[in-house]
């Protein structure tokens, strides 16, 4: 970048491009005209699972660039592998993509879409003595690869005529040979000190049915020849995939250079590890098939649809994608970053409510038996346009059980015998007696009279109350499930397990705790996927899986209590 141009450049441009170097590749790129001036990019996911959140990483990074410099973003799936492949994952990638807010307008595309062209590419390299069938085992080409320090063996097969390699490729497609029986390899160099060069399977045979394709194919090609050369046929500028793939980069460079084709940059980054979460499709796998979790979008789950279900606003993962940068070294993402990113959203944007979650009752003894009134809450101190609400007020309420305290300590601020709080838009109460079980001891009831002068919550001859407490009216709320979620794992990192132990070993047992809780009468009519913040509690959403009309189940998206600078403090040392 030249001076001049960074000097144009505000404090905060500066520091995006700086989290990001594959944007600094693109400006140098843009500034040489090496592509023609053209950003052209792709998401090509594997219909074989769901998408989690080190995807929607990928996914705001390829479609993120292609939009904040002009250019396009291609969906493409990568659908090679029948066995594992399903028309439901390819939907639900589809409509996971759209939630996070990214369009691809026509350029949705398969790698079967390109089977006949990939099939005549790898005739070529047969022709050009470049490639050859072979009839080890899938276990004999393990065998004789060799090993990071000794030189792989070449397989006995490796020097076929190109005459009889062309009429066994084609019998391979007739599918005159069971699973496995052969497979088409590229002809590069056993000696390699790169595994991936040793003479790698290009096709192998499976007698599968294709969801696109049908029975029309026996024979399927790899990932490693597919992808370059998808990427080619649709001419992507930036090739941008994770950093697993560095070791892949001489061969995918090898398959354009030896065919002459177009041939797009391979840019590779560190992918998203995440603090108590895994991210494995394996282990995600088995968290779903043991039943440990409710499926693939139990809020717990850091699939996207996990992800939504749970609360999580595409916003908050496209900001949690741009603040945790692009970089080539591995590091775990600190867990409160994306949940300081929800948070931030939701503070903006959710409605206020008033949800008592461990009901004790308070009896306003100097209240009237019958009154009811309807106080003026706001729905969003952060945005006023959001209106105000009315919350029916009533001689019997319930608070939160901790908002009240017999023998309280000191810089207990909360209701206790003999002290004054403010019901939130409410009055001025003052506790002057407790009720208790005569067999448990229990506190069963709170008695308190207000001051009517008080209404709306302040004193007109100024005095200070130094508690606010949050209530719902015994007589107005209904009762509601909420589901209490948290981390689903005790250890920052469960990927690293002690020996004889697994993943597993450190699932939080209280990763989900359901009560029953009381809400004031407007979220009766809550729907599903909407937000809310419960004051004093924290950020819930409306589950879209068990809730019905009329009875609505919250899930926790987020407690209130954030560490922001915490927070900073692992982003600055992970990117030192």
Same mark, same amino acid.
């Given at each position: 970048?030249?001076?001049?141009m960074?000097?144009?450049?505000?404090?905060?441009e500066?520091?995006?491009?700086?989290r990001?170097?594959?944007?600094?590749?693109?400006i140098?790129?843009l500034?040489?005209?090496?592509w023609?001036?053209?950003?052209?990019?792709?998401?090509?996911? !594997?219909?074989n699972?769901?998408?989690h959140?080190?995807?929607?990483?990928s996914?705001?990074?390829? @479609?993120?660039?292609?939009?904040? @410099?002009?250019?396009l973003?291609n969906?493409?799936?990568?659908?090679?592998?029948?066995t594992?492949?399903d !028309?439901?994952?390819?939907?639900?990638i589809?409509?996971?993509?759209?939630? &996070?807010?990214?369009d /691809?307008?026509?350029?949705?595309?398969f790698?079967?879409?390109?089977?006949?062209?990939?099939? !005549?590419?790898?005739?070529?390299?047969?022709?050009?003595?470049?490639?050859y069938?072979?009839? &080890?085992?899938? !276990?004999?080409i393990r065998?004789?690869?060799?090993?990071?320090?000794?030189?792989?063996?070449?397989?006995?097969?490796?020097?076929?005529?190109?005459?009889?390699?062309?009429e066994?490729f084609?019998?391979?497609?007739k599918g005159?040979f069971?699973?496995?029986?052969?497979?088409?390899?590229?002809?590069?160099?056993?000696?390699?000190?790169?595994?991936?060069?040793?003479?790698?399977?290009? $096709?192998?045979?499976?007698?599968?049915?294709? +969801?696109?394709?049908?029975?029309?194919w026996?024979?399927?090609?790899?990932?490693?020849?597919?992808?370059? &050369?998808?990427?080619?046929?649709?001419r992507?500028? +930036?090739?941008?995939?994770?950093?697993?793939?560095?070791?892949?980069r001489p061969?995918?460079?090898?398959?354009?250079?030896? &065919?002459?084709?177009y041939?797009?940059?391979q840019?590779?980054?560190?992918?998203?590890?995440?603090s108590?979460?895994?991210l494995?499709?394996?282990?995600l796998?088995?968290?779903?098939?043991?039943?440990?979790?409710?499926?693939?979008?139990?809020?717990?789950?850091?699939t996207?649809r996990g992800?939504?279900?749970r609360?999580?606003?595409?916003?908050?993962?496209r900001?949690?994608a741009e603040?945790?940068?692009?970089?080539?070294?591995?590091?775990? #993402?600190?867990?409160?970053?994306?949940?300081?990113?929800?948070?931030d959203?939701?503070?903006?944007?959710?409605?206020?409510?008033f949800? #008592?979650?461990?009901?004790?009752k308070?009896?306003?003894?100097?209240?009237?038996?019958?009154?009811?009134?309807?106080m003026?809450?706001i729905?969003?101190?952060?945005?006023?346009?959001?209106g105000?609400?009315?919350?029916?007020?009533?001689?019997?309420? $319930?608070?939160?059980?901790?908002d009240?305290?017999?023998?309280p300590p000191?810089?207990?601020?909360?209701?206790?015998?003999?002290r004054?709080?403010?019901?939130? $838009?409410?009055?001025?109460i003052?506790?002057?007696?407790?009720?208790?079980?005569?067999?448990?001891?229990?506190?069963?009831?709170?008695h308190c009279?207000?001051?009517?002068a008080?209404?709306?919550?302040?004193?007109p001859d100024g005095?200070?109350?130094?508690?606010?407490?949050?209530?719902?009216?015994?007589? +107005?709320?209904f009762?509601?499930?909420?589901?209490l979620?948290?981390?689903?794992?005790?250890k920052?990192?469960?990927?690293?397990?002690?020996?004889?132990k697994?993943?597993?070993?450190?699932i939080?047992?209280?990763?989900?705790?359901?009560?029953?809780?009381?809400a004031?009468?407007?979220?009766k009519?809550?729907?599903?996927?909407e937000?809310?913040?419960?004051?004093?509690?924290?950020?819930?959403?409306?589950?879209?899986? $068990?809730?019905?009309?009329?009875?609505? #189940?919250?899930?926790?998206?987020?407690?209130l209590?954030?560490? /922001?600078?915490?927070?900073?403090?692992?982003?600055?040392?992970s990117n030192e």
């Amino acid at each position: 970048m030249n001076n001049e141009m960074n000097n144009m450049m505000s404090e905060e441009e500066k520091e995006r491009i700086a989290r990001n170097f594959i944007r600094q590749i693109i400006i140098e790129d843009l500034k040489t005209n090496k592509w023609g001036g053209r950003v052209h990019t792709r998401f090509p996911p !594997e219909p074989n699972g769901y998408l989690h959140i080190g995807h929607a990483k990928s996914i705001c990074l390829n @479609f993120g660039l292609a939009e904040e @410099f002009g250019g396009l973003c291609n969906l493409r799936f990568d659908d090679t592998n029948p066995t594992k492949e399903d !028309e439901e994952y390819v939907n639900a990638i589809i409509e996971d993509v759209r939630w &996070l807010g990214f369009d /691809w307008g026509d350029r949705m595309y398969f790698a079967s879409d390109y089977f006949d062209q990939l099939y !005549e590419y790898a005739v070529r390299l047969i022709k050009m003595g470049k490639a050859y069938v072979c009839d &080890l085992s899938q !276990e004999e080409i393990r065998q004789t690869r060799g090993t990071l320090t000794e030189p792989g063996i070449e397989s006995p097969y490796r020097n076929r005529s190109v005459e009889e390699n062309l009429e066994l490729f084609e019998r391979m497609r007739k599918g005159e040979f069971p699973d496995f029986a052969k497979t088409l390899r590229a002809k590069i160099d056993m000696a390699s000190p790169n595994l991936n060069m040793r003479d790698p399977v290009i $096709y192998r045979i499976k007698h599968a049915t294709h +969801h696109r394709t049908g029975d029309k194919w026996c024979i399927y090609p790899m990932y490693d020849f597919t992808h370059c &050369l998808s990427d080619s046929i649709e001419r992507i500028t +930036h090739s941008i995939c994770t950093l697993e793939f560095e070791d892949h980069r001489p061969l995918y460079d090898w398959f354009l250079d030896q &065919l002459g084709v177009y041939h797009p940059q391979q840019i590779e980054f560190a992918r998203l590890n995440l603090s108590y979460t895994v991210l494995s499709k394996r282990k995600l796998l088995e968290l779903v098939q043991r039943g440990i979790v409710d499926g693939w979008d139990d809020p717990r789950m850091p699939t996207i649809r996990g992800l939504r279900r749970r609360g999580y606003t595409p916003e908050s993962i496209r900001n949690f994608a741009e603040i945790i940068g692009v970089s080539k070294k591995e590091s775990i #993402v600190d867990i409160a970053v994306l949940e300081h990113c929800i948070r931030d959203d939701l503070n903006k944007r959710a409605q206020r409510a008033f949800v #008592v979650l461990n009901p004790l009752k308070v009896i306003i003894d100097n209240y009237p038996d019958d009154l009811v009134e309807e106080m003026d809450a706001i729905n969003n101190p952060e945005d006023l346009s959001m209106g105000t609400r009315k919350v029916p007020f009533s001689k019997e309420l $319930y608070i939160e059980r901790d908002d009240f305290m017999e023998n309280p300590p000191k810089k207990y601020y909360r209701l206790a015998p003999g002290r004054e709080v403010r019901l939130r $838009y409410a009055y001025y109460i003052t506790c002057t007696d407790v009720v208790k079980d005569p067999q448990t001891g229990e506190i069963v009831e709170v008695h308190c009279t207000y001051d009517p002068a008080t209404r709306g919550g302040s004193s007109p001859d100024g005095r200070k109350v130094l508690g606010t407490i949050h209530w719902v009216s015994a007589r +107005h709320c209904f009762p509601v499930e909420v589901r209490l979620y948290d981390r689903l794992f005790i250890k920052e990192n469960p990927n690293d397990v002690e020996e004889g132990k697994t993943f597993l070993d450190y699932i939080n047992p209280n990763s989900l705790e359901i009560k029953t809780g009381y809400a004031e009468p407007f979220l009766k009519d809550a729907k599903p996927e909407e937000r809310f913040q419960f004051e004093r509690i924290g950020y819930f959403c409306v589950d879209s899986k $068990y809730s019905k009309p009329g009875k609505p #189940v919250f899930n926790r998206t987020v407690t209130l209590k954030d560490t /922001w600078s915490k927070i900073l403090k692992s982003l600055q040392e992970s990117n030192e």
